[in-house]
C-alpha cells in the first residue's frame, strides 16, 4: 500500500491542472466546489502541497493527459462530483494504473464511497489505511469501412436510435450463430454499470468485485427478451443491418458515435482494470440499501 506524501495534484473542472502525487477532479456544479474545497482543507492539514495549472476535456486534452510525465507520477487519484465526474476519472485513472477515490458531491454518486460528512476520513489516505477494489471494465470494438476503432467503458454502452425508434441488430455469442433482435436498443455493461441504466431498463444488479458482461434490451418486441448475464470471456458481436433511421453508440453517457449499416460492434473484457479505494468497511450490500432502497 503507498503512502500519499509530497504535492497533490488539482483539477477542476476544464480549466485547472496540477501535479505530483494526487489527481482531484472536481465536477462543475457549486456543490462539488464548495465539497472540493473542504477536500483541500483536509489534505493541507495532513501537510499535502497543493498545484493548480490549466488542463482541458477535449480528445487532446485527455491524450496530453495520459502522456504528461508529471501526472504519471501520481500516486492516487480523487475525484469530486457525481457518478459523471467519477466515472470519467476512474478510466482515466484505469488506463494510468492508478487508484481512484470518489468523494459523492452528487445526488445518488453510486460509485463514490465517501459521502460529504466523512471527509475525516481522508487522512486515512496518507497513512496507507484504505483497501483497493479492482473491477472490470468494457471494451468495444467498432468497425466499419473507415477502419476499427476501440472505446473503454466504466459503466456501459449503449446502441439506440433517433426519435425513439425501433432499431434491428443481430447479436452473436463469439462465432457462433447471430441472432435478429427487434428493440428501442440494448445496453452492455459491467458490473458496475449494473446500477445505472441497465437497472432501470430491467437489469440485474451484480456486485461490482465480480467479473461478468451484462446484456439488457431497451423494450424489447418480444415477450421473451430478457437481460443475460455473461461470462467476463464472452465476446458479443453484433452486426448493425440496414435500419429506417440512425443508429448511434453511447460509452459511459459521452458524445454519441454514429453508426452505419454494415459496421459490427465486439464487446468484451477490456484489459484495463479499474481501481477503486475504499475509506469504509461498507460493503456492496450496505452501498446497495444507502443508495437505492432507502
Not at 427487434?182 to 445496453?187: P, Y
Not at 454519441?256 to 477490456?270: C, E, I, N, W
Request: aromatic share 8%; glycine share 8%.
Amino acid at each position: 500500500m503507498l503512502e500519499l506524501t509530497g504535492a497533490v495534484w488539482i483539477y477542476v473542472g476544464a480549466s485547472s491542472r496540477g501535479v505530483t502525487d494526487c489527481l482531484i477532479q472536481t465536477g462543475a456544479r457549486e456543490e462539488a466546489k464548495r465539497c472540493t474545497q473542504l477536500v483541500l482543507e483536509a489534505l493541507k492539514g495532513c501537510g499535502c502541497e497543493l498545484l493548480v495549472m490549466p488542463y482541458s476535456y477535449d480528445q487532446d486534452g485527455l491524450r496530453d493527459m495520459l502522456e504528461d510525465k508529471e501526472l504519471c507520477r501520481c500516486q492516487i487519484f480523487l475525484a469530486v462530483g457525481g457518478d459523471g465526474t467519477i466515472i470519467h476519472v476512474a478510466k482515466i485513472a484505469a488506463a494510468l494504473d492508478k487508484p481512484v477515490l470518489g468523494i459523492n458531491a452528487g445526488k445518488l454518486g453510486f460509485t463514490a464511497v465517501v459521502e460529504r460528512e466523512e471527509l475525516s476520513l481522508l487522512p486515512r489516505l496518507i497513512s496507507g489505511e484504505y483497501q483497493e477494489e479492482k473491477r472490470l471494465m468494457l471494451e468495444v470494438q467498432k468497425f466499419s469501412e473507415d477502419g476499427a476503432a476501440s472505446y473503454y467503458a466504466m459503466n456501459d454502452a449503449v446502441v439506440s436510435a433517433e426519435l425513439a425508434k425501433i432499431i434491428e441488430y443481430k447479436l452473436a455469442l463469439g462465432d457462433g450463430e447471430s441472432y435478429l433482435y427487434r428493440a428501442d436498443g440494448f445496453i452492455v455493461c459491467t458490473p458496475t454499470g449494473s446500477t445505472a441504466y441497465s437497472l432501470s431498463a430491467g437489469g440485474p444488479v451484480v456486485d461490482p468485485c465480480l467479473d461478468s458482461l451484462i446484456y439488457t434490451p431497451i423494450c424489447p418486441h418480444s415477450l421473451f427478451d430478457r437481460s443475460v448475464l455473461f461470462g467476463a470471456d464472452t465476446r458479443l458481436q453484433v452486426a448493425i443491418p440496414q435500419n429506417r433511421s440512425r443508429l448511434y453508440l453511447t460509452i459511459d453517457g459521452e458524445a454519441p458515435l454514429a453508426l452505419q449499416p454494415g459496421d459490427r460492434l465486439v464487446f468484451s473484457r477490456s484489459p484495463r482494470r479499474a481501481r477503486f479505494i475504499t475509506l469504509t468497511n461498507k460493503n456492496f450490500y450496505d452501498i446497495l440499501n444507502q443508495k437505492l432502497v432507502n
